[in-house]
T-cell receptor, first 114, second 111 residues
Framework: EAGVAQSPRYKIIEKRQSVAFWCNPI?????LYWYQQILGQGPKLLIQ????????DSQLPKDRFSAERLKGVDSTLKIQPAKLEDSAVYLC????????????FGPGTRLTVT | GNSVTQMEGPVTLSEEAFLTINCTYT??????LFWYVQYPGEGLQLLLK?????DKGSNKGFEATYRKETTSFHLEKGSVQVSDSAVYFC??????????FGPGTRLSVLP
């Protein structure tokens, strides 16, 4: 079974630029999560999708961050414009509807904003 | 709100030493408790979990027991290997709510 795929693995941009991350969850997993992991901290949930609907985006900075999952499969997270404090690893995870306590994580995208 | 506290790292041990990484939590109700491991350059992987008081989760020689009286879920391994070097995250989850992760504890095992 293929795992959660993410791209790119690394990205370096200047502040005020925009960036987009892509995630493809495990086949059949209806629930998809985006986390932000700042160096030295645990992952913090940004947004949770169930199929193509948003379940929770209470911690997403909506003035600059946006995410979509148009067909209920893969997802894109965008930052526009980026700030220095957005430097972090962005993790995507997925789970089935009935086993939301078992999340499978992708390798993450390491973003550096200079 | 819900929160997880872990012992600060890094923890450095010699191969075959005994490992304990402390984890305590604050939560209403009865959360499920988890340990995730993150190897260099990889995403988090579920290591073990326990869903109710006194349950013991175990995997790959690691164990943790859900202690409701002390609100703890300490991770232990009797004999660590170099390949266990990683960052370990304690986490909790209540049904219908989101995961809350601790800050992580980096473990380095020296040959």
């Amino acid at each position: 079974e293929a795992g959660v795929a993410q791209s790119p693995r690394y990205k370096i941009i200047e502040k005020r630029q925009s960036v987009a991350f892509w995630c493809n969850p495990i086949s059949g997993h209806a629930t998809l999560y985006w986390y932000q992991q700042i160096l030295g901290q645990g992952p913090k949930l940004l947004i949770q999708f169930q199929n193509n609907g948003v379940v929770d985006d209470s911690q997403l900075p909506k003035d600059r961050f946006s995410a979509e999952r148009l067909k209920g499969v893969d997802s894109t997270l965008k930052i526009q414009p980026a700030k220095l404090e957005d430097s972090a690893v962005y993790l995507c995870a997925s789970s089935t509807l009935v086993r939301i306590d078992e999340q499978y994580f992708g390798p993450g995208t390491r973003l550096t904003v200079t | 709100g819900n929160s997880v506290t872990q012992m600060e790292g890094p923890v450095t041990l010699s191969e075959e030493a005994f490992l304990t990484i402390n984890c305590t939590y604050t939560a209403t109700g009865y959360p499920s408790l988890f340990w995730y491991v993150q190897y260099p350059g990889e995403g988090l992987q579920l290591l073990l979990k326990a869903t109710k008081a006194d349950d013991k989760g175990s995997n790959k020689g690691f164990e943790a027991t859900y202690r409701k009286e002390t609100t703890s879920f300490h991770l232990e391994k009797g004999s660590v290997q170099v390949s266990d070097s990683a960052v370990y995250f304690c986490a909790l989850n209540r049904y219908g709510q989101n995961f809350v992760f601790g800050p992580g504890t980096r473990l380095s095992v020296l040959p």
